[in-house]
């Protein structure tokens, strides 16, 4: 089985936050970086060894990638289809495309989730005005139209409360010239996810269970340990762990679920590479989700996934910056925080993030609030 040792060269598509954390990781352990991503000096170009900069649908700049590699791995799922296949015939790409191709489209997510009985929110295809209206009126309100593909925190959703709000939600969204569907709203108790990683042999193993708070569709904070049962916490991870096996997933995959209180668990979307909810793995658990990547994809063994403390992750986004850096020197010792090193701060924009460590997540939760920042 190939094993790809310290002082190879790994490629990374993207040159996000995601690509950085990667990198960092990945630079203890030995390995070399090289990235592509249209912007310069990109979060992840600042700290590999080279970037390439080009567009993500540069055919010629992901061939250059992919001699420059002995691995090629992404930090984002929506991959143009080319240029996976371009990178698949010139490297090694153990995550492969397949994977890509399911996760892109909700439709085809839902379908092949659906295929290994696993609960999804109940869903219609739409095309029309009267397809919605048809659809409302079978799933019930609220409901939440969202478009197929290409919909991040949040974009690309409309919720829909009453019947009046279809013609104007229809026009917004065919804007957007995207495939359409329509889901059941799920009043959940709480949302879930569980970061999972499959290495080159067939290993797996789960992070533990996060509970994800978001405001207004964008993760606000991860808690850990989940203020939920034991039965429920080991329902989720086996969930998780079904479907990295089910797809032969290799790299990391996140799975992101609806909790209702009465204890059913519904998947709500696959993310195939690290994810904002498994960022408190970087110092909350003997392994981060970024160095669990990169040994999942050279096909070293997996690392333990134990949680050494609670934890709750707080998202810095472009409104917080100002205010975290004038308080600096207020955070807690035990908080650690991490900046992206993003030239354009904006609103909503993700900019870093801070690990509050504690005793409990009750005492992380108080000390938020007392920065009084978020
Ligand atoms: P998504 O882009 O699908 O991850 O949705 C972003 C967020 O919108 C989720 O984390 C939920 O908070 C909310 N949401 C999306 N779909 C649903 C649904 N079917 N029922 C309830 N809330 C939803």
Redesign the pocket.
């Known amino acids: 089985m190939k094993l790809i040792r310290p002082g190879a060269t790994i490629g990374i598509l993207g040159g996000g936050q995601l690509g950085r954390m990667l990198i960092l990781a990945g630079r203890k352990m030995g390995y070399r970086f090289v990235v592509l991503d249209p912007t310069d000096d990109s979060p992840s170009g600042q700290v590999a060894d080279s970037q390439i900069t080009a567009s993500f649908s540069d055919v010629n700049a992901a061939k250059q990638l992919a001699s420059l590699s002995d691995v090629v791995t992404y930090e984002f799922e929506n991959v143009d289809a080319e240029v996976a296949a371009q990178l698949e015939s010139n490297a090694f790409v153990p995550q492969g495309s397949g994977l890509l191709k399911i996760t892109q489209h ?1 439709v085809r997510e839902k379908t092949t989730l659906e295929s290994m009985d696993i609960q999804v ?1 109940p ?1 219609r295809i739409i095309t029309t005005e009267q397809d919605l209206r048809t659809a409302v009126a079978a799933l019930g309100v ?3 139209m ?1 478009t197929a593909t290409g ?7 409309w ?1 829909i409360r009453d019947e009046q709000q279809i013609p104007s939600a229809f026009a917004q969204a065919q804007q957007t010239g995207l495939e359409l569907i329509v ?6 108790d709480k ?1 879930l996810s569980v970061v999972v990683a499959r290495n080159l042999q067939g290993e797996v193993k789960a992070f533990p269970v996060g509970e ?1 708070i ?1 405001v207004e ?3 606000h904070q991860t808690l850990v340990p989940a203020r939920i049962s034991q039965e429920q916490a080991e329902k989720a991870e086996k969930m998780a762990l079904q479907v990295a096996e089910a797809l032969k997933v290799v790299g990391l995959i996140a799975v ?1 679920m ?1 909790l209702t209180k009465d204890g059913d668990i ?1 998947v ?2 696959l993310a195939p590479r690290p994810h904002n909810s498994g960022h408190y793995t970087m110092e909350a658990c003997i392994t981060s989700q970024f160095e669990q990547h990169i040994r999942a994809v050279c096909g070293l063994p997996l690392g333990d996934t134990s949680v050494l403390t609670p934890v709750v992750m707080v998202n810095i986004l472009g409104e917080h910056l100002d205010s975290v850096m004038s308080k600096i020197d207020e955070l807690p010792s035990t908080a650690k925080l991490h900046l992206y090193g993003k030239a354009e701060s904006r609103k909503k924009r993700k900019m870093g993030h801070v690990n509050f460590l504690s005793s409990s997540v009750e005492q992380a939760i108080e000390q938020i609030q007392q920065m009084g920042i978020w």
């Open positions: 909700r929110a869903f609220p409901c939440v969202k919909g991040y925190d949040g974009k690309g959703q919720v889901e059941q709203f799920i009043s959940f949302e994800n978001h569709n964008i993760l992101e609806f519904f709500n979307e």
